[in-house]
């Protein structure tokens, strides 16, 4: 069985006043293909600055939007496969 490994570099940045995290998950696949997902956070103006939860947040938003990106292209190449295929029949 082949293992392979695909890392996700995940980068935060907040503003000046710690309002919104913004998070921008890239990943390169091995293949060469780059995918690439932002995330925000807004911290509402009555909660003290945490800027911890912000992050986790807007990683947690990025990430959640790869996830759903690496579905969709795995979908569309799953249909590209399996259209012809099922022409012939």
Do not use: C
């Not at 293909?33 to 956070?41: D, L, M």
């Amino acid at each position: 069985m082949e293992s392979k490994r695909w890392t996700v570099e995940i980068f935060v940045n907040e503003d000046d006043k710690d309002d919104v995290t913004t998070a921008t998950a890239v990943l390169y696949t091995p293949s060469g293909r780059r995918h690439e997902s932002v995330g925000r956070a807004r911290r509402n103006p009555a909660d003290r600055p945490v800027p911890e939860i912000g992050d986790e947040l807007a990683a947690g938003r990025a990430l959640a939007d790869l996830g759903s990106k690496l579905i969709g292209d795995g979908a569309e190449d799953v249909a590209q496969l399996a259209g012809p295929a099922y022409e012939s029949y």
